[in-house]
């Protein structure tokens, strides 16, 4: 019986299905490490956050010349506000404590977590879960006398430190 060749360079059945298989193996792996697979989608990442010193274009005087409640959004250049209170100013994340989303712009005296709904003070203290621990404050400092502030996102301090 004539059997009739594959020309040369040519795939037989049996090679175009092995390729095939590893293909479609490849794909299913790549999928899977893209967070494919049928899982539920991961929580809304917070922009990351950026460690160190970072200048604000607020000033000490300025800022305390506003009313007590004003909030500065410095959400886009390290993830924390500037909030002037009763006592100063005092910088704090914007990071939620469980699992860390952004939290919206503080609406009145609340802040929300859009991801699970844990609420905080503007104080930062946890009012209302799942989080469970206030959100952090951070260094703020002149840079030089009357100079703009400046947010050291690397060095946490007490929630009562206030820059006066
Ligand atoms: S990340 Fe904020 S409530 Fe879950």
């Known amino acids: 019986m004539f059997q009739r060749e594959a020309p040369a360079g040519s795939l037989t059945a049996l090679e175009l299905d092995r390729r095939l298989f590893c293909l479609s193996s490849l794909t299913a792996g790549v999928a899977m490490a893209c967070g494919g697979g049928g899982g539920a989608a991961p929580a809304p990442a917070a922009p990351a956050a950026v460690g160190g010193p970072l200048s604000t274009t607020d000033t ?49 005296s609340l802040i929300l977590c859009p991801c699970h709904g844990s609420q905080y003070n503007l104080g930062g203290g946890n009012v209302v879960g799942p989080a469970t621990l206030p959100l952090v404050h951070f260094s703020v400092a002149e840079a030089s006398p009357g100079g703009v502030l400046v947010v050291n996102t690397a060095l946490t301090v007490p929630t009562s430190t206030r820059l006066t």
């Open 60 to 108: 000490k005087v300025l800022l305390l010349a506003t009313p007590e409640g004003t909030i500065r959004d410095y959400r886009n250049l390290g993830n924390f506000f500037l909030i002037r209170d009763a006592t100063g100013i005092y910088a704090m994340t914007a990071v939620c404590t469980h699992l860390g989303c952004t939290v919206g712009l503080p609406n009145g």
